[in-house]
C-alpha cells in the first residue's frame, strides 16, 4: 500500500515531460515520492533486481511485444485496487488468478501473471524474498513503457505485498467500467486524487494493447453496442459468454 495511484501517475506524467525536455535521469529523483519508498531501496539488497527484469523482459518482448500491454494494465489494476500492494497477483483476487468468472479477471491476461512469476523467481534466485511482488509488478509496467517505445521513468521503491486478496466488490467499486462516460470517469478518479491532467496521461497506457469486443459492444450477452460496434461484427449473437471475451477485435 506504499504507493498510491497518484505517485504512479505522477511519474507516468513526471516521464513524458521528461522525454519532451530531455531531462537528465538524476532530476528525476528530485521528485517528492510516498513516505516508505526510496530510490535506492534495493541498491544493498537486490542491486540486481532492476537490470534482471530489464534484461528478461527484452527477451520476452522480442517473442511478443503484445505482452508489454498485459504488464502496464497488470500494474494498473493492482494500483488501483487497495493500492499497489501486489495484490491482484493473489489467488482469490476478483483481478488476480483465480477468479474465474470476474469480468477483470477476463481480461486480464494470463500470461502476464506468469510473466510476472518467472520475473519473480529470477530476482528471488538472485537475492532471496527481498523484493516484493509489488515492486517487481511495477518496474516491470515501466519497462513495458519504456521497451514499446515510450518514455523511462523511474520508480521508487519499497513496496510492501499486502496480504489480503481484493474480494470481487472491491475490484468492481474501483475499477470504472468501460460503458463510464467521461465525466465517471473523471469523476472515479478524482475519488483517488486524480485530477483531469492525470486523466489524460494515464489515459495514454492505451497507446499500446488489444480490446476485447465484449469490452466495448455491450454486456456479454447483449448484442448492444456502446461505441458503433461495427469493428466487432460478426462476434456478437448467441456467442456464450466465455467465448465473446475470447473474440479478439483484430480478426473482423
Ligand atoms: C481510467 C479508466 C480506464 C478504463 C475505463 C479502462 C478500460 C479498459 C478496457 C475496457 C480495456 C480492454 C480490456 C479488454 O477487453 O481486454 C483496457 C485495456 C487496457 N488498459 Fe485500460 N482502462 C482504464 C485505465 C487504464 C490505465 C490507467 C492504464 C495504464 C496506465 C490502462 C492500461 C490498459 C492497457 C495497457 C490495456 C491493454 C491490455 C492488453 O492488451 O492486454 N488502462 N482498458
Ligand atoms: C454520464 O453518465 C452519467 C451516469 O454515470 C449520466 O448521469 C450523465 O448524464 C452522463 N453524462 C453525459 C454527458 O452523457
Ligand atoms: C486471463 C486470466 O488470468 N484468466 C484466469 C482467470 O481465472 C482462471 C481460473 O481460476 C484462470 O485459469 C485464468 O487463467
Redesign the pocket.
Known amino acids: 500500500m506504499a504507493i498510491t495511484a497518484k505517485s504512479f501517475t505522477f511519474l507516468l506524467i513526471s516521464s513524458l515531460f521528461l522525454v519532451s525536455c530531455f531531462c537528465t535521469k538524476k532530476t528525476q529523483n528530485t521528485f517528492p515520492i510516498e513516505n516508505g519508498l526510496s530510490w535506492t531501496f534495493y541498491d544493498y539488497r537486490c542491486p540486481k533486481a532492476e537490470s534482471i527484469i530489464r534484461k528478461q523482459l527484452k527477451k520476452v518482448f522480442k517473442n511478443d511485444i503484445g505482452q508489454a500491454a498485459g504488464l502496464l494494465r497488470l500494474h494498473f489494476h493492482d494500483c488501483f485496487v487497495q493500492g499497489c500492494d501486489g495484490s491482484v497477483l493473489l489467488d482469490g483476487s476478483a483481478s488476480g488468478p483465480s477468479e474465474q468468472d470476474a469480468i477483470p479477471n477476463l481480461t486480464l491476461r494470463a500470461k502476464a501473471f506468469e510473466i510476472i512469476d518467472d520475473l519473480r523467481e529470477r530476482v528471488h534466485k538472485e537475492c532471496g524474498r527481498v523484493v516484493s511482488c509489488a515492486d517487481i509488478v511495477a518496474i516491470a509496467a515501466r519497462d513495458s513503457v519504456y521497451l514499446s517505445g515510450g518514455p523511462e521513468y523511474d520508480v521508487p521503491l519499497g513496496r510492501r505485498d499486502g496480504l489480503n486478496f481484493a474480494t470481487q466488490e472491491a475490484t468492481l467499486a474501483n475499477l470504472p467500467p468501460p460503458t ?5 470517469i473523471l469523476r472515479a478518479l478524482a475519488a483517488k486524487n486524480l485530477d483531469a491532467t492525470d486523466v489524460v496521461a494515464l489515459s495514454g497506457g492505451h497507446t499500446i494493447g488489444i480490446s476485447h469486443c465484449a469490452s466495448f459492444t455491450g454486456s456479454p450477452l447483449s448484442t448492444r453496442s456502446y461505441h458503433g460496434g461495427n469493428l466487432c461484427r460478426g462476434s456478437q449473437g448467441n456467442l456464450p459468454h466465455r467465448e465473446l471475451y475470447e473474440h479478439r477485435c483484430a480478426r473482423y
Open positions: 463510464d462516460n467521461a465525466s465517471a
